[in-house]
């Protein structure tokens, strides 16, 4: 199904959108309803995301899914985004591997719930050789730990004496991220009016065009995204050089 949309067909797709998924907790409170009930329903807009990412052709889909400061959340939420993070993969991997999408992971294994990194383990090697949209999950992600860790490796590696300190550039360095192999973010998202990183894709976004949506998350559909990337094709990416 093609999504109607004035400019989407007449310029090239962005290679890759990121999403910070927010404002479940809001969603949810306007409603009168628990904060775990707009997390449900977040995980439905997840499913339109994917879905209306794999329908325009979009070759990289990263969600935000839990940052590495989620975890001061009371306990209780934390495990409802766990058991939710559960239950997606396991309703939706098998679906996702027909539809050639390749899962991948970033952010750090440590502290994860174990059965969590064993969904995570079966969810990319099963996927691995998928040739569709590539989805990547950002979970206990935080990117100035991503940044230290990439320069704790270059720091091993000179003082292993394999690297020379002079070698060490924005190439090295982008080589040691969690996201090595994959394009930088065209466009980055963020719904429920927040205009903020939050600790997502510091060094990734250095050129995303950022669009802000007042929606809150659980409201987003795939008309949202096929919005944000006219949006996209709207603005003029000079990369520091002058209009051509
Ligand atoms: C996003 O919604 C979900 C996660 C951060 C995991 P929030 O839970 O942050 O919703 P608000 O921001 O409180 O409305
Ligand atoms: C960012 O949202 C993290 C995710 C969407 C997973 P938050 O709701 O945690 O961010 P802050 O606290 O408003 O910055
Ligand atoms: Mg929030």
Redesign the pocket.
């Known amino acids: 199904m093609q999504i109607p949309s004035p400019v989407i067909d007449r310029q090239p797709l962005p290679t890759h959108v990121a999403i ?10 306007a409603r009168g309803l628990p ?1 775990s009930a ?2 449900h329903r ?1 995980a439905e807009a997840v499913r339109r995301a994917v879905e209306g990412a794999r329908e325009l052709g979009v070759g990289y889909l990263t969600l ?4 590495s400061e ?1 975890w001061k ?1 009371p306990a209780a ?1 934390v495990d409802d ?1 766990m058991g939710l993070l559960r239950l997606y993969l396991r309703r939706e991997l098998a679906e996702l591997d027909r539809n050639e999408v390749r899962v991948r992971f970033i952010g750090e294994r440590r502290r994860l719930p174990e059965d969590i990194v064993q969904l995570i383990d079966e969810a990319e090697a099963l996927t691995e050789r998928n040739r569709g949209l590539t989805l990547v999950i950002a979970l206990n992600y935080g990117s100035q730990l991503e940044i230290v860790r990439a320069a704790q490796a270059l720091a091993c590696e000179v003082a292993r004496g394999s690297l020379l300190p002079e070698d060490i550039d924005e190439t090295a360095f982008r080589k040691r991220l969690q996201t090595a192999d994959i394009p930088d973010p065209d466009v980055l998202i963020r ?2 009016g ?1 205009q903020r990183l ?1 600790n997502f894709l510091l060094w990734q976004a250095a050129y995303a065009e950022l669009v802000f949506l007042d929606i ?2 659980p409201d987003f559909g795939k008309a949202d995204l096929a919005g944000a990337i006219d949006e996209f094709h709207r603005r003029e990416r000079r990369y520091g050089a002058v209009s051509s």
Not at 20 to 29: E, T
Not at 64 to 67: I, K
């Open positions: 910070i998924m927010d404002g479940n907790g809001r969603w949810a409170q904060r707009g997390h977040g935000y899914a839990f940052s989620n959340r939420e985004l719904t429920s927040e939050s809150l998350w």
